[in-house]
């Protein structure tokens, strides 16, 4: 798995590993923050525990619950000796969610903890992870505390929906992934997606930069850009020019809101010309 990255990037996640620090990532959705978070994984070769976080998120979904069923069986059965109610606190009853699972950890390599989109869930979340993210360390009441031997790596992103709070971001390295430039974006799809030809790979991207000059309600991202190019490629428009039939009947791929799919009739000669200047550049380029 690669990843195209600038030095900036790649510096700010090696001192996040380097210091043992947890990686805040924020970015337009589609920009690329989760699969740095897959690309570490890979790269260590190493399991990804992901916490997707939502409105509503509890402490019983993102870090432990207790198994009560199970629990209320042993006793009504005296299992293993059971005397007290106390005795089912422990491990055998523990259902283990993301944050306890990556803190105890699977094998010899400390697993990516990738903690996705934290702005969804409640500003009351984020509380909880203080501790987690200051020492590595979860207090259970009924057990005590459990703590990381060796810590997880850890990738927070957020979207920026919502501000976050100065005590989480104390907490940690931080990154902003811009949208690319075409030169990065061009290479991504040339990685991504090699069996596109790399003259309509440029006019792929000259198009979604393009659209990313527009006044859209929601602009394509990387992740966008990629699923257009898999799409040329599966309707056989690969190896030639777009034309502007394809970017109408496509433009599901790129545009996920229907006031600005509607726009694209009064956009395509932009688009189009966008394409057309891609292709010439990068056949200067060859």
């Not at 337009?28 to 699969?35: D, I, L």
């Amino acid at each position: 798995m690669e990843y195209v990255a600038e030095k900036d990037l790649v510096t700010t996640v090696l001192l996040s590993l380097r210091l043992g620090k947890p990686l805040l990532v924020e970015g337009e959705p589609g920009a690329g923050k989760t699969e740095l978070a897959k690309v570490l994984a890979s790269g260590f070769d190493t399991d990804l525990v992901r916490l997707q976080c939502y409105e509503g998120l509890t402490a019983e979904n993102a870090l432990y619950e207790w198994n009560y069923t199970k629990q209320l069986l042993a006793v009504q059965s005296g299992e293993g000796g059971i005397e007290a109610e106390e005795s089912v606190f422990s491990k055998e009853y523990l259902l283990e969610r993301p944050l306890l699972r990556a803190l105890e950890g699977d094998g010899e390599t400390p697993p990516v903890l990738l903690i996705d989109e934290v702005d969804r869930a409640d500003e009351e979340f984020e509380a909880l992870l203080l501790e987690l993210l200051s020492d590595f360390q979860l207090s259970i009441p009924e057990l005590g505390t459990v703590w990381a031997e060796t810590p997880p790596v850890v990738v927070i992103t957020s979207n920026r929906t919502r501000g976050l709070s100065d005590a989480l971001k104390r907490r940690c390295l931080y990154l902003h992934v811009k949208p690319p430039s075409f030169e990065k974006e061009l290479e991504i799809v040339r990685r991504k997606v090699p069996e596109l030809d790399d003259t309509v790979a440029a006019e792929v991207c000259g198009v979604t930069q393009e659209l990313r000059d527009h006044p859209l309600l929601k602009q394509p991202g990387v992740a966008e850009t990629l699923d257009w190019a898999r799409s040329l490629v599966e309707l056989g428009a690969g190896d030639g020019e777009i034309t502007a039939d394809e970017i109408r009947e496509t433009a599901g791929c790129l545009l996920k809101e229907v006031e600005d799919v509607e726009q694209i009739e009064t956009l395509v000669d932009d688009l189009e010309a966008a394409a057309a200047s891609a292709r010439e550049s990068a056949s200067t380029d060859d």
